[in-house]
Antibody
Framework: EVQLVESGGGLVKPGGSLRLSCAAS????????MNWVRQAPGKGLEWVSS????????YYADSVKGRFTISRDNAKNSLYLQMNSLRAEDTAVYYC????????????WGQGTLVTVSS | DIVMTQSPDSLAVSLGERATINCKSS????????????LAWYQQKPGQPPKLLIY???TRESGVPDRFSGSGSGTDFTLTISSLQAEDVAVYYC?????????FGPGTKVDIK
């Protein structure tokens, strides 16, 4: 069974940093690209970043480019999101997600971790 | 970036009736080399992560009831729930994965009338 478990969320002051982790199990992690998607309280879904299986290709939403860094450790079956220069508008539940292996549509999602940016 | 819009913002449908949600992309998401539309639909219930319903605009994900169907091509797409059930109350999102920068629509909330 595919499982994705996010951790690392919490309360951080504006301008601060946080590192999110996503522990993957139940599939060959090194074979799949991975994504971060966030959802501000009461708002819609916003794709944040993606990373290819070997980390060769990395993409970011304009809203986080230059501040967030996605990475992965295939030996540890883990995905990361380093978030720097955090702003109030980065407050959201952050999900890690994997595609279904057929299309790049996101089939498997974690339960999310809440990041709150507030003074 | 490709901008996704959805209509309506919300709708209320009687149990057993049809619900139709529209999604429009600011540019075509039809990839000519394989004739596939890079468009997905998701369902999200309160307190839960999204659930993939449809990919390639019209292919149901495994386990998704056949009352859910997707149609459309190019820039205009539709998600149809043929006979609304109580468990279908949720917010529905379209998403394009044609571009390396994925984008979601703003969502459509479906309720029971």
């Amino acid at each position: 069974e595919v499982q994705l478990v996010e951790s690392g969320g919490g309360l951080v002051k504006p301008g601060g940093s946080l590192r999110l982790s996503c522990a993957a199990s139940g599939f060959t992690f090194s074979s799949y690209s991975m994504n971060w998607v966030r959802q501000a309280p009461g708002k819609g879904l916003e794709w944040v970043s993606s990373i290819s299986s070997s980390s060769s290709y990395i993409y970011y939403a304009d809203s986080v480019k230059g501040r967030f860094t996605i990475s992965r450790d295939n030996a540890k079956n883990s995905l990361y999101l380093q978030m720097n220069s955090l702003r109030a508008e980065d407050t959201a539940v952050y999900y890690c997600a994997r595609d279904n292996g057929i299309a790049v549509a996101l089939c498997y999602w974690g339960q999310g971790t809440l990041v709150t940016v507030s003074s | 970036d490709i901008v996704m819009t959805q209509s309506p913002d919300s709708l209320a449908v009687s149990l057993g009736e049809r619900a139709t949600i529209n999604c429009k992309s600011s540019q075509s998401v039809l990839y000519s080399s394989n004739n596939k539309n890079y468009l997905a639909w998701y369902q999200q219930k309160p307190g839960q992560p999204p659930k993939l319903l449809i990919y390639w605009a019209s292919t149901r994900e495994s386990g998704v009831p056949d009352r859910f169907s997707g149609s459309g091509s190019g820039t205009d797409f539709t998600l149809t729930i043929s006979s609304l059930q109580a468990e279908d109350v949720a917010v529905y999102y379209c998403q394009q994965y044609y571009s390396t920068i994925f984008t979601f629509g703003p969502g459509t909330k479906v309720d029971i009338k």
